[in-house]
T-cell receptor, first 114, second 118 residues
Framework: AQSVTQLGSHVSVSEGALVLLRCNYS??????LFWYVQYPNQGLQLLLKYTTGATLVKGINGFEAEFKKSETSFHLTKPSAHMSDAAEYFCAVSYGGATNKLIFGTGTLLAVQP | DAGVTQSPTHLIKTRGQQVTLRCSPK?????VSWYQQALGQGPQFIFQ???????QRGNFPDRFSGHQFPNYSSELNVNALLLGDSALYLCASSLVGCSLFNPYNEQFFGPGTRLTVL
């Protein structure tokens, strides 16, 4: 079955430090890949997506992610963490088709320490 | 341009009751998907509605049903509520299109309805 694995349910970084959130998918067919952010008591906001083309994609708020087919990974990075980045981050995949339903990972809660 | 809206924001029910959640899609969108997000989990796909019909369904029992209206808005109904149905219910809308160059139709999420079953 298709699945998404996010390593580390909790990640803590210092303000100004590198943020690295890991995501791997299990599929022989490369999916469309997404990162969403969820702030407390809110819905999901799309950070960035990979559908086709360049494998390094840039998103909002200084985040970027690189699709590596050989590693079936789509890790999210940000060079310098800001306090406002504290939130839960979800990696998701879709295989297009009629419904384009999203399959989500279990999420990574990012804490940013001053 | 209004985004995806959901109502109510919060809801408290007791076991065995029935609940209806509502969703209005983003302007111009014709497809609505529903997701359940239990505490500490990622969202799980419930089903999707297009042209007033259920197009695909996730691994949810028949207690979960839905409807889409001619104006593309949608309802999610849950019967015989269980404690385990407590969750954030997210609605996402998208536009079904046929394009060789953009086969993926991005979904836009609403703020969700927090359902608590006591």
């Amino acid at each position: 079955a298709q699945s998404v694995t996010q390593l580390g349910s909790h990640v803590s970084v210092s303000e100004g430090a590198l943020v690295l959130l890991r995501c791997n998918y299990s599929s022989s067919v490369p999916p469309y890949l997404f990162w969403y952010v969820q702030y407390p008591n809110q819905g999901l906001q799309l950070l960035l997506k990979y559908t086709t083309g360049a494998t390094l994609v840039k998103g909002i708020n200084g985040f970027e992610a690189e699709f590596k087919k050989s590693e079936t990974s789509f890790h999210l990075t940000k060079p310098s963490a800001h306090m406002s980045d504290a939130a839960e981050y979800f990696c998701a995949v879709s295989y297009g088709g009629a419904t384009n339903k999203l399959i989500f990972g279990t999420g990574t809660l990012l804490a940013v320490q001053p | 341009d209004a985004g995806v809206t959901q109502s109510p924001t919060h809801l408290i029910k007791t076991r065995g009751q029935q609940v209806t959640l509502r969703c209005s899609p983003k302007s111009g969108h014709d497809t609505v998907s529903w997701y359940q997000q239990a505490l500490g989990q990622g969202p799980q796909f419930i089903f999707q509605y297009y042209e007033e019909e259920e197009r695909q369904r996730g691994n949810f029992p028949d207690r979960f049903s839905g409807h889409q209206f001619p104006n593309y808005s949608s309802e999610l109904n849950v019967n015989a509520l269980l404690l385990g149905d407590s969750a954030l219910y997210l609605c996402a809308s998208s536009l079904v299109g046929c394009s060789l160059f953009n086969p993926y139709n991005e979904q836009f999420f609403g703020p969700g309805t927090r359902l608590t079953v006591l």
